[in-house]
């Protein structure tokens, strides 16, 4: 029903802007808000070498337990932020969560790693290194070794100079860094020779067709080969079953991490998860020396 553009139309449509603009506002005050009401909170997905069983370490996964709507994931929390400030004010609030965490943990003599992800506008914020400082001088207990800086890899392609820079920067705090979604940036082989990342993570969309699309395991092979050749670390993403594993393995990728090994869980059910964990590798690990 096309109408012209009159007064009335252009009315209706400064309204709908309006509320547009309105709507996108209160949803990032309800982030906001979320935060400060402490409904924000992390979980932890394990990082296992799949060889030896041994935890590697957790990856912090950003989640809303909402009053009405149960737990959300970061896809109902991360796209209503507009703001920087916010960006920076959620993303902070995750570091020194996580940190916090990482006490907690240290204090029941479990030294794990836990990787937290950081988004490209956190990142790019000037003051990131010296309030990345200030942080972990807030917990002493934690060494910042034992804290790893999730980046997208497509985010990290963005200004290769800048990038490098600042990775060395924190490095030089003692924090490290992977590249998340490896795979999915086309980066080329010379943009992996310039960043210090220590950890390459293949995106979960390539090693999920291993056993039956011949172009991921191409893909994944290669990137291993590359990982290796960079004398990177390399974690497989979103490994679901027991065949992938064994895959994995066969090509030369210990570390792993997906729902088949666990699902990320809140932070109070880890250590009985690490439990378990070491009790089912154990006896795994009993039954195939019986074999042998
Ligand atoms: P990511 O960093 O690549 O994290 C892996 C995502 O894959 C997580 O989803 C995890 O739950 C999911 N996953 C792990 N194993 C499997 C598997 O075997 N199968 C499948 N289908 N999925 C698996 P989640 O928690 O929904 O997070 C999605 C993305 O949101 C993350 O991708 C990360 O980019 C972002 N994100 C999460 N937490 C934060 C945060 O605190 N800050 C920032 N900036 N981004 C975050
Ligand atoms: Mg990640
Ligand atoms: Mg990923
Ligand atoms: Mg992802």
Known sequence: QAKGFGRNQMHVFDVQLDHAVQTQHTRQTRVAQALHAGELVLHYQPKVNLRTGEILGLEALLRWQHPDQGLLGPQHVLPLIEDAELEVEVGEWVLRQALAQMRQWTDAGMLWEVSVNISAPHFHRANFVERLKD??????????????????????????QYMRHMMQSCQALGVRFALDDFGTGFSSLSY???????????????????????????????????AAAFH?????????????????????????????????????????WAREHAARHAARAVQEAARR
């Not at 942080?135 to 070794?145: A, G, Q, Y």
């Not at 020779?193 to 893909?219: H, M, N, W, Y």
């Open 135 to 160: 942080i972990l001088h807030t917990c002493p207990e934690v060494s910042p070794t034992r804290l790893e800086l999730e980046i997208l890899e497509s985010a990290a392609l963005q200004d290769m």
């Open 192 to 226: 992996l020779k310039r960043l210090p990342a220590e950890t390459i993570k293949i995106d979960q969309s390539f090693v999920r067709g291993i056993l039956e699309d011949g172009d991921d395991l191409t893909l994944v092979s290669a990137i291993v080969a590359l």
């Open 232 to 272: 990177r670390h390399v974690v497989a993403e979103g490994v679901e079953t027991a065949e992938q594993c064994a895959k994995l393995l066969a090509l030369g990728c210990e570390r792993a991490q997906g729902f088949g090994i666990a699902r990320p869980m809140p932070a109070h059910e880890v250590l009985t």
